[in-house]
Antibody
Framework: EVQLLESGGGLVQPGGSLRLSCAAS????????MSWVRQAPGKGLEWVSG??????????YYADSVRGRFTISRDTSKNILYLEMNSLRPEDTAVYYC??????????????????????WGQGTPVIVSS | DIQMTQSPSTLSASVGDRVTITCRAS??????LAWYQQKPGKAPRLLIY???SLESGVPSRFSGSGSGTEFTLTISSLQSDDFATYYC??????????FGQGTKLEIK
């Protein structure tokens, strides 16, 4: 069974930093693309950042709202996805979810991730940016 | 960026009703559309992918249709467990992924 478990959220002052973690299990973590999606209180869903699988070069992607401040990465030896968040702003306050992109295709022993829909999602970790 | 417009924002319905939620894309996305259900305090759950493919384990009363710029999510006979917020999401362009603003399905 695929499981994603986020941690690292909390209260941080504006301008501060925080590192979120997402522990993955139940699948070959390195192959699949992963993303972070956030949801501000009472608001809708906003994609934040994504990373392709190792066969696709671990390419990273960012929403304009976080580019230059947030960094996505993964440790395949520990099966953990990270989101390093710097220069945090009050508008970054949200529940942060990690999510797996389920699509891959394999050719001649190399598997390439697809940047498709999100399934499954973790339970989320809250981040509050406030003084 | 592709924009996704979901309607209505709120929908009041009764158990047993047939309901339809619409999602429109600002440009053609083929069938690169997913639908999610979210209940308060919970993570979103995938219902539909590729516009009309039902995720494993999702009840058959849920169905999706459409292509290009107009898509619909239909619940054929509402059950009490279906009252939640629903989001569409395009993945034709991954920079960035865009969600619709959500439709809150309420009990009438």
């Amino acid at each position: 069974e695929v499981q994603l478990l986020e941690s690292g959220g909390g209260l941080v002052q504006p301008g501060g930093s925080l590192r979120l973690s997402c522990a993955a299990s139940g699948f070959t973590f390195s192959i699949y693309a992963m993303s972070w999606v956030r949801q501000a209180p009472g608001k809708g869903l906003e994609w934040v950042s994504g990373i392709s699988g190792s066969g696709s070069g671990d390419i990273t992607y960012y929403a304009d709202s976080v580019r230059g401040r947030f960094t996505i990465s993964r440790d395949t030896s520990k099966n953990i996805l990270y989101l390093e968040m710097n220069s945090l702003r009050p508008e970054d306050t949200a529940v942060y979810y990690c999510a797996k992109h389920p699509g891959i295709y394999c050719n001649r022993g190399i598997c390439y991730s697809l940047l498709d829909w999100f399934d499954p999602w973790g339970q989320g970790t809250p981040v509050i940016v406030s003084s | 960026d592709i924009q996704m417009t979901q309607s209505p924002s709120t929908l009041s319905a009764s158990v047993g009703d047939r309901v339809t939620i619409t999602c429109r894309a600002s440009q053609s996305i083929g069938t690169s559309l997913a639908w999610y259900q979210q209940k308060p305090g919970k993570a979103p759950r995938l219902l539909i992918y590729k516009a009309s493919s039902l995720e494993s384990g999702v009840p058959s009363r849920f169905s999706g249709s459409g292509s290009g710029t107009e898509f619909t999510l239909t619940i054929s006979s509402l059950q009490s467990d279906d009252f939640a917020t629903y989001y569409c999401q395009q993945y034709n362009s991954y920079s960035p992924y865009i969600f619709g603003q959500g439709t809150k399905l309420e009990i009438k």
